[in-house]
Structures are given as structure tokens and as C-alpha cells.
């Protein structure tokens, strides 16, 4: 199982700040995107439409980041100062 995080912005569109991918056993940051982005047209077009920030088990990564059973996975929007 890995559990994903969604925070911020993110979150509230998704109107969710966490799921669950019981099935997953090893990929990469970008499956676990594509998994999450099937739950659902919406979730899809949310997903594809933000610049995510992503981390695995609270350290900041990219796309090709590996991920297995037990990793958290986390995407949230850029942050903005002001």
C-alpha cells in the first residue's frame, strides 16, 4: 500500500487530502500519479492541470523518483511568497 497526500490548493479541489493505493507494489512517482489521476475524470483534469511539487516519504523529488509498498507520497502546488 502506498498512501498519497495531497495538500494546499490541491487539496480543496480535489476534496480530498488523502488516498489510499492499495495495489501498488514498485514504480516510479509519475505511476502513482497516473493511478491516482484514474480515480476519476475530475481528479484527472486536476492533476494535469497543476505544477506539482512531489516528495516521497517527506524528501523533495521529480517524476522519476522511485516508490514502494510502505512510501508516502506526497503532491502539492509550488509555494508562493509574498
Not at 495495489?23 to 509519475?30: L, P, R, Y
Not at 491516482?36 to 512531489?54: D, F, G, I, T
Not at 517524476?63 to 514502494?68: G, L, Q, Y
Request: aromatic content about 8%; cysteine-free; glycine content about 4%.
Amino acid at each position: 500500500m502506498v498512501k498519497v497526500l495531497f495538500f494546499a490548493a490541491l487539496r480543496e479541489r480535489l476534496k480530498s487530502s488523502e488516498y489510499l493505493l492499495a495495489d501498488f507494489q514498485q514504480g516510479s512517482v509519475a505511476d502513482v500519479l497516473a493511478a491516482v489521476s484514474a480515480h476519476s475524470e475530475r481528479w484527472r483534469e486536476v492533476l494535469a492541470s497543476q505544477q506539482l511539487l512531489m516528495a516521497v516519504n517527506q524528501q523533495l523529488v521529480d517524476a522519476a523518483a522511485t516508490v514502494k509498498t510502505g512510501d508516502e507520497v506526497a503532491f502539492f502546488p509550488p509555494v508562493t511568497g509574498g
